[in-house]
């Protein structure tokens, strides 16, 4: 069965540093482009990062410069550092492979407070 387990969440000061991973089983990993996306109280979920099998990358304007998305192959994992943390940036991040099908994880809550 598919599943997608994501660890690494918590909660950081503003200006502080967090990374995410998410381990991938039940796919063939390396074809699939992998993304992170994020659900904040009383919005849309919105996709943050995104990478595909040959390694170009997307971010939303609002955590470009202080966010880094990233595969290891070897692992089935993709990763999600962020630096720099801001408020705002609060809330659940939910990993996603997707292929022709997409598949997602429970979701990892990253709280940026003071």
């Known amino acids: 069965q598919v599943q997608l387990v994501e660890s690494g969440g918590g909660l950081v000061q503003p200006g502080g540093s967090l990374r995410l991973s998410c381990a991938a089983s039940?796919?063939?990993?390396?074809?699939?482009?992998m993304g992170w996306f994020r659900q904040a109280p009383g919005k849309q979920r919105e996709l943050v990062a995104a990478?595909?099998?040959?390694?170009?990358?997307h971010y939303v304007d609002s955590v470009k410069g202080r966010f880094t998305i990233s595969r290891d192959n070897a692992k089935n994992t993709v990763y999600l550092q962020m630096n720099s943390l801001k408020p705002e940036d609060t809330a659940v991040y939910y990993c996603?492979?997707?292929?022709?099908?997409?598949?997602w994880g429970q979701g990892t809550q990253v709280t940026v407070s003071s």
């Open positions: 039940g796919i063939i990993f390396s074809i699939y482009t």
């Open positions: 990478i595909t099998s040959g390694g170009s990358t």
């Open positions: 996603n492979a997707q292929l022709t099908n997409h598949y």
